[in-house]
């Protein structure tokens, strides 16, 4: 906690470690009333260094320091190292020795969830990015690479299973009901991979055999009450082990593979060497207690923490301005992973939007970012969509440039040549530069800018040299700190299709025959403006832009209705099919906001997804999809000073106009899909939930009895999350009060014991703009389960409330916005980095209407003022008001 300003760190000022450390021996003895921590650490000076004889700087964060030694010769405070607050400095030192630092640290008091803490009554840590110095002293920098031995001493009652990183070498018991265990891994790694548990659990126990015949342990480690609950995530596992040997050639390296579920933490899991962390929403699942969304979101995760075993810990970040070498290409994998298990397209349509929903609005914002950074103040500020999202784009667009074999060459070259080392992105393009012959330059500004790119297209048709040309122009926005862009290199797939929907060929020259030419092709953009010809087109064609999503950039082209219609039954290409859609319905919205009073809402969107709910030959996952209208939070992000109530407004008016004008289609929609077998998690049975769930919740839109029959029945008959939960979110929002408190009431009876169920009990309700106004929300504050310790609740009620229920988070009155501002304010001093991301709808105040900025300005406002602001949140909160 500080009251001054805290220190921006710049990407030019990086220096190499001047010390580095070979072996940590650490020995952690766990009481009720705290720890005692020894740590021996074995330095040299680092031969890279120009700075010799310096003092050896080690960082610390909130330590009680009890006793430090150089090669066992005791060390006096003040003459032969001193403590800074953050830095325990040693005056001098010889160019190779050995420091033994003991520390006394209070984990049952530790609120903030960095470090060593405890959750539910076990002990665990998290270190990523700067926790381990909450821990001990230590030059805590990705680039200090060392080999781990931990031994863990605890109560044998309380604690009976002792687990860190690696293999576990020796273990025994130590009398007065006390025993111990040691673990050595074998692998050097920074100290943000470091990991200790220490509770009362139990094992979930399964075997991988890997490519080279290795019988690795598996194990998921979690309280007794969640032991049905690891299924998902150990099939998830093994899978994500056999995806990463086919797809990448990386072989586990470890005897041993476990995961830990606790319920209190930060973010979604962490990597920690052979021994993940997982928040509890994160990993545990059943059928009656998780919906399709969870069971697919613990299968990526699952997957994009196993994999962070080669991208980020076998090779890893040299400092954090390279956090998207590790979670860029990590996301770009678990992505593939997730298509390759389900359905492509879907995972596509459902990257994009996030991307384009959140990641846009984040890179039009005040803490818009490269993906890699220059500079921050507080690198748990930079865990964002920018780093994670769009950096998992920019290395998918090096595969689409690349192309799958030559994209393998250089992942495998990269894996080889920095196998234990600390690097950079550059490292990363530039092995991709190595095994393919393509030249990345210009392309390695998409690291260095930030912005979204805008594409406007404009094209003409040549009837009588049968040419279409297709004219595309590139700027990149302004952004703090940014002027004056270049243009970056950006793959652009695209078709064109002709009156019948035929896909047509695209040729390129004006010689050369049609018959073999690709119907699909990437052009390469490279500058402001380029036009391209295709010959040989005997009408003028429909383009079909930016196919799959080839890249993260805006696309503006004048689409007339009627082309998105064709374009929406017939692109080949389902993701563009899914984009028509969303366009036209963004389209019809735009124009209801723009001249409210139009009696009229476009007949061709009412035809379109009646055709999709009559057509039983298409690809059920997308139409499921499909029918989804843009959410609110896309729409705020499309336009300039959005206002959202009216956006609010006209948005609920297509969809009764929609459930009013295909109330017969839903209710055979929903029948068609209902029944039909035992649950199952594949993307078929998925689809089948997703449209009786889209239908129920259209029919309760417009107060249809029928439907409202239906939604009571499938809530008690439901034998899974998805059911249950979809008819509950149908009823909670609508306007049937009766029905909607008593399915409420019914469910948090269901399943009051049971947390992770209880937060999504919190944000249905949160979530709505009939349950969660202002005064309930406030309610659900106060219930017994709401918990100003966990992260899970606090999200799953303040973070739903200002991130997805719009209309009342922006009440015209300004009392949402007063309302995160006070609890930003309380959460800061226990928990900043819950505090610093809570805060960030109301960062994006400039965009919107001046009824609204200024009312959000002035709650950041009150936010500056409070005393006390921690680092995380200072950031934040003067970045945004700049
Ligand atoms: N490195 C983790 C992941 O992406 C995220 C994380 C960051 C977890 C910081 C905890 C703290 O998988
Ligand atoms: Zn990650």
Known sequence: MRTNQPQTIHLSEYKVPTYLVDTVDLCFQLYDDGARVHSTLSVRQNPESKDVSAPFTLDGDSLNLERVTLDGKALVAGDDYEETGEHLVITEVPSQFELTVVTWIEPQNNT????????????????????????????????????????????????????????????????????????????????????????????????????????????????????????????????????????????????????????????????????????????????????????????????????????????????????????????????????????????RIEDATLLRTAQFAEDAGPMAHPVRPASYMEISNFYTLTIYEKGAEVVRMIHTLLGPELFRKGSDLYFERHDGQAVTTDDFVKAMEDASGRDLTQFRLWYDQAGTPLLTVSDNYDSEQGVYRLTIQQTIPDTPEQTNKQSQHIPFALGLLGIEGEALPLRLESTGDAANAPTERVLELTEASQTFEFYGLAQKPVPSLLRHFSAPVRVVYPWSREQLVFLMSHDPDGFNRWDAGQRLAVDVIQSLISSPETAEIEPRLVEAYRALLADLSLDQALVAKMLQL???????????????????????????????SLRDELVACYHANTGGGAYE??????????????????????????????????????????????????????????????????????????????????????????????????????????????????????????????????????????????????????????????????????????????????????????????????????KSLE
């Open 112 to 347: 903030r969830l960095e470090g060593l803490y405890k959750s539910s009554g076990m002990f665990c840590t998290q270190c990523e990015a700067e926790g381990f110095r909450c821990i001990t002293y230590f030059p805590d920098r990705p680039d200090v690479m060392a080999r781990y031995r931990t031994r863990i001493e605890a109560d044998k009652a309380t604690c009976p299973v002792l687990l860190s990183n690696g293999n576990d070498i020796d273990r025994g018991d130590l009398g007065s009901g006390r025993h111990f265990v040691t673990w050595e891994d074998p692998f050097p790694k920074p100290s943000y991979l470091f990991a200790l548990v220490a509770g009362d659990l139990v094992e979930k126990q399964d075997t991988f055999t890997t490519c080279s015949g290795r019988d690795i342990d598996l194990r998921i480690y979690v309280e007794t009450r969640n032991a049905a609950k690891c299924e998902h995530a150990m099939d998830s596992l093994k899978r994500s082990m056999r995806w990463d040997e086919e797809v990448y050639g990386r072989e586990y390296d470890l005897d041993i593979f476990m995961i830990v579920a606790v319920d209190d933490f930060n973010m979604g899991a962490m990597e920690n060497k052979g021994l993940n962390i997982f928040n509890s929403s994160c990993v545990l699942a059943s059928q009656e207690t998780a919906t399709d969304l969870a069971f697919q979101r613990i299968e990526a995760i699952v997957a994009h923490e196993y994999f962070h075993n080669w991208s980020g810990n076998r090779v890893t970040c040299r400092d954090w301005f390279q956090l998207s070498l590790k979670e860029g290409f990590t996301v770009f994998r678990d992505s593939t992973f997730s298509a390759d298990m389900g359905s492509p397209t879907v995972k």
């Open 630 to 660: 843009p959410s609110e939070a896309y729409l705020i992000e499309l336009a300039d000073s959005p206002d959202v109530a009216a956006i609010h407004r006209a948005r609920e008016r297509v969809l009764s106009h929609l459930a009013t």
């Open 681 to 878: 998690v594949t993307p078929e049975s998925i689809a089948r939930r997703s449209l009786r769930n889209t239908a129920l919740s259209w029919l309760l839109l417009i107060n249809d009895d029928a439907g409202r029959d239906l939604a009571v029945k499938q809530y008690s008959d439901a034998d899974n999350m998805t059911d249950r939960m979809g008819a509950l979110r149908a009823l909670v929002n609508s306007d049937y009060a009766a029905e909607r408190s008593q399915a409420l009431a019914d469910f948090y009876e269901r399943f009051q014991d049971d947390p992770q169920v209880v937060e999504q009990w919190f944000a249905v309700q949160a979530s709505s703009d009939r349950a969660g106004q202002l005064p309930q929300v406030q309610t659900l504050l106060k219930h017994a389960a709401f918990d100003w310790k966990n992260p899970n609740k606090i999200r799953s009620v303040i973070g739903v409330f200002a991130g997805q229920n719009l209309a009342a988070f922006h009440n015209p009155d300004g009392s949402g916005y007063g309302f995160l501002a006070d609890q930003v304010c309380r959460l800061d001093d226990s928990n900043p980095q819950i505090a610093a991301r809570l805060v960030a709808p109301l960062t994006r105040w400039k965009k919107f209407a001046p009824t609204y900025s200024a009312l959000m300005h002035k709650a950041l406002g009150k936010i500056r003022d409070k005393p006390e602001l921690s680092a995380d949140l200072y950031e934040v909160v003067h």
